[in-house]
Structure formats: structure tokens, C-alpha cells
């Protein structure tokens, strides 16, 4: 009799965790919806396919970024330094292949050799940022705020402050293109967190992600190679933040020397707001994702209200505050 009104509570137990999970990744829905609701309040344009779309297209690189972040945020890490690569990747590869009238080298090269070259660069620095700090053990804020601030100067000193322009087609094609009346570049972003999600929640390394993130030492006592999942968790990230910067650089037809600039304090803002841990080891894609859907409303709301740019940052600080006080109620109710 004890036994089965244990296994009740436990069962209890369970279910309340489950369900206190969902009101977690769930929680910005609410807020999404009173910012549909000022937006078409706001302008008769917003609740438009076209301004949908323009909304996609925005936050599709951002999206790309929050994949990465999150992904090494989970297994109780950071890195300052994907707002560099988001730079500096597509700015090297097009730089390589585009004429010297665009502020290029002139090689005429494959626009496919471009695109290799800003996917390699993020995937490498992505693996050394890994092995410095899993490795080596570097403290990851300071290693990656180095990194950053490295990658800024070397983006800037490549093109003397000048911007890339005139890239070919194939270069941009991921930033400009439509599938079906919608941005590739939402498609491409929608599809990553749906792999991600997927990943984590049903394949073996992401199930290691999470035991990383909760407990280092139990899950290398698990079994689990933490060295190498780390790492690899890294290189990931750091391509994903290439593939977001391409993105941005096709949907503005330019790669600036500023491409990136502040990028990593919106990047962190989705996550956190999304519920994901800074500590590691909790939160999920979904979460996330509502992050980047909720800042990307909330940046064209005060477009179309005709708010100055420089409240933009303010806002966002001001969302961060107000997830984090959500996160401790959160907290509280779940102790």
C-alpha cells in the first residue's frame, strides 16, 4: 500500500516538473501576443505578409547565433566571441573573391570558394576557442572576450574600416532569396532549431550536452567522452555563426567592418529570456526560439511606432531584467 501511494507521489512529482518545464518554455507566448496586438494597434502595415516576412528575414541570423549560444550555453559555457565570427567570416570570404572596385583582392574566384572559406573560419575558430578552453583551460569570458576584441581588429584591418559590396549572386544568395513568398534565410534558421531541438532532446550527445551542463563529473563518470563533446559543441557553434553572418551579408547586399557589432548582448538576451540556464544544463530550443520571435516583434513594433534606434538596446536590457525576476519566481515555485 506505502509503496503504490510512493509511486503515486513520485509520479505527481514528475508530472509537476513537466509541467512547470512547458510554463517555462511557454511563458513568452503570452507576451508575443500582447506584441501582436500592439503592433497592429500600432500600424496597419504590421499585421501584413510583407512585414512578416521582413520580421523572418531580421531575425534570421540572430536565430542562427542563439542556435550556437545556446548550444554551448547548455553544456555550461559561453562564448563572447561568435559576434567576431559573425564578422569576420563572410567578410574574409568575400573580400577574397570579390573585384577591387568592391574594396576586394581581385581573384575572381568561385563564389563557392568564398562561402567554404567564411564556413571554414567559423568552424576553426570555433575548435581553437574549444580547445583553449576545454583543453587548456582557459576561463571561458576572458579567452572569448580576447577573442573577440582579436577578431574585431583582424575584420577591420583586412578592409582599412571600408565595407565589401558588389558580391555575386551565389554569395548572397542565402541573405536575399525567397522559397514560396518567405525568406531562405527563415527557412534555413527554422530548420536548425528544429535539428537542434530534435537532437538534443532524442540523440545521445545531446542527452550528453545536458549531463555536461548539469554535472561534469557525473557525466564523465557516466561514460560520457566530455572533452570531445565539448569541443565539438564549440567548432558547431562557431559555424553556425558563419552561416549567420552570410546571412546577414546577402539580405544588405554589403559586409561592413562593424558587421556584428553589439550582436552578442541581443544573442544572450533571446537565450536567457527563452529560459536558458547561464549556469548549464536546463532549457531547450523552444524556449530559445520564442526568444528570437519575441526581440524580433519587439524591434519592429518600435519601428513602426517610430521609436528612436537608441531605445532599442534599452528595451532589450529591460527584457532581460524582467526574464531573469521570471526565472527566480520560476525557481522558487519549482523548490
Known amino acids: 500500500m506505502d509503496s503504490a501511494v510512493d509511486r ?13 518545464r512547458w510554463l517555462r518554455e511557454l511563458a513568452l507566448l503570452p507576451a508575443i501576443a500582447v506584441l501582436i496586438v500592439v503592433g497592429i494597434a500600432s500600424s496597419p502595415a504590421f499585421f501584413k505578409t510583407a512585414n512578416f516576412s521582413n520580421i523572418a528575414q531580421g531575425s534570421a541570423a540572430l536565430g542562427m547565433v542563439v542556435v550556437a549560444e545556446t548550444l554551448i550555453l547548455l553544456t555550461g559555457s559561453f ?8 564578422g569576420l567570416a563572410p567578410l574574409v570570404g568575400a573580400w577574397l573573391i570579390v573585384s577591387p572596385d568592391g574594396h ?15 564556413l571554414a573560419i567559423g568552424a576553426a ?6 580547445v583553449m578552453i576545454v583543453k587548456l583551460r582557459f576561463n571561458a569570458f576572458i579567452f572569448t ?25 551565389a554569395y548572397t544568395y542565402l541573405g536575399s532569396a525567397y522559397w514560396f513568398g518567405f525568406p531562405v534565410s527563415a527557412w534555413v534558421t527554422i530548420a536548425v532549431f528544429l535539428v537542434a531541438g530534435l537532437l538534443l532532446r532524442y540523440h545521445r550527445t545531446g542527452r550528453a550536452v545536458y549531463a555536461i551542463g548539469g554535472n561534469v563529473e557525473a557525466a564523465r563518470a557516466a561514460g560520457i567522452k566530455v572533452d570531445r563533446v565539448r569541443i565539438g559543441v564549440f567548432c558547431v557553434a562557431g559555424l553556425l555563426a558563419a552561416v549567420g553572418g552570410l546571412m546577414t551579408a546577402g539580405q544588405v547586399l554589403t559586409v561592413t567592418a562593424n558587421q556584428g557589432n553589439n550582436l552578442i548582448f541581443t544573442v544572450f538576451a533571446a537565450a536567457v529570456i527563452g529560459g536558458i540556464a547561464l549556469e548549464g544544463g536546463r532549457g531547450r530550443m523552444l524556449g530559445a526560439f520564442t526568444g528570437v520571435v519575441l526581440l524580433g516583434l519587439v524591434n519592429n513594433v ?3 511606432r517610430n521609436t528612436s534606434t537608441f531605445w ?19 525557481a522558487m515555485v519549482r523548490a
Open 145 to 169: 572576450l580576447a577573442m573577440l576584441i582579436l577578431l574585431a581588429g583582424i575584420q577591420q584591418g583586412i578592409v582599412s574600416g571600408q565595407s565589401v559590396y558588389d558580391m555575386p549572386r
Open 8 to 20: 503515486g507521489h513520485g509520479r505527481s512529482r514528475s508530472s509537476g516538473r513537466v509541467v512547470l
Open 104 to 118: 576586394g583582392l581581385g581573384t575572381e574566384w568561385s563564389p563557392a570558394i568564398g562561402i567554404l572559406v567564411a
Open 312 to 330: 532599442i538596446d534599452a528595451v532589450n536590457g529591460a527584457i532581460i531584467l524582467i526574464a531573469l525576476a521570471l526565472a527566480r519566481v520560476v
Open 79 to 86: 562564448d563572447l566571441s561568435l559576434q567576431s565570427i559573425y
Open 125 to 130: 575558430v570555433g575548435l581553437f576557442n574549444g
Open 302 to 304: 518600435l519601428v513602426l
